[in-house]
């Protein structure tokens, strides 16, 4: 079993083309995750692959420690995706996954992404909260207890000091860009 790592993979859509272009060029995934891939019978050519996956925006990555960052990235994703998750500890929830020391961890993610992964939960959440605040579904006290926030008054503050507007104005159309997860 190969295992191969994928950068800029952050939704359902991007596992479908990811399969896609897979069998479009004859491997059959065994599994396709969020930055993963399973080829039971490796990779036929990589220069062919990477080529493609890069005319779709995907990344190939080779490096080991470029993938553990890509991992950390797809379970923060996880994280605040699952209802009830966000109340866990990070620092715990991503030790447990990786089965690693934590500090190890967010130094490299540090090292390698120029922020810290507490300054990368937050800017995911706030781009998760502007996606709901969108779809006009849910108000701000839901979204706060969805996202693992103590307070309304927590969240709409880390979104004022990130945004420079309140949730309400980015709701009623004082709207700042949107952000896709993967150019986080």
């Known amino acids: 079993m190969t295992t191969v790592y994928i950068k ?17 060029l004859g491997m059959k995934p065994e599994r396709v995750d969020l930055g993963e891939v399973d080829l039971a019978n490796g990779v036929s050519d990589w220069e062919v692959l990477q080529t493609h996956l890069e005319s779709l ?8 420690r470029q993938q553990l960052v ?13 209802p009830g998750r966000a109340r866990l500890n990070i620092s715990s929830y991503l030790s447990e996954e990786l089965n690693r020391d934590y500090s190890a ?12 992964i507490e300054h990368y939960l937050i800017r995911l959440k706030i781009e998760k909260t ?17 996202l693992g926030y103590s307070s309304v008054a927590h969240l709409s503050n880390q979104f004022k000091k ?20 993967d150019q986080i």
């Open 8 to 24: 800029n993979m952050v939704c359902d859509r991007c596992k479908m083309v990811v399969r896609q272009t897979f069998e479009s």
């Open 57 to 64: 925006g995907f990344e190939l990555l080779e490096d080991r």
């Open 70 to 82: 890509t991992q950390m990235k797809r379970l923060m994703l996880e994280y605040i995706s699952q």
């Open 105 to 116: 961890l967010s130094k490299l993610f540090s090292e390698l992404e120029g922020l810290t």
């Open 130 to 146: 502007k996606e709901l605040l969108t779809y006009n579904e849910r108000n701000l006290s839901e979204i706060a207890d969805l």
């Open 162 to 181: 990130v945004t420079g507007v309140t949730p309400s104005q980015f709701r009623h159309g004082h709207q700042s860009t949107r952000q896709s997860l």
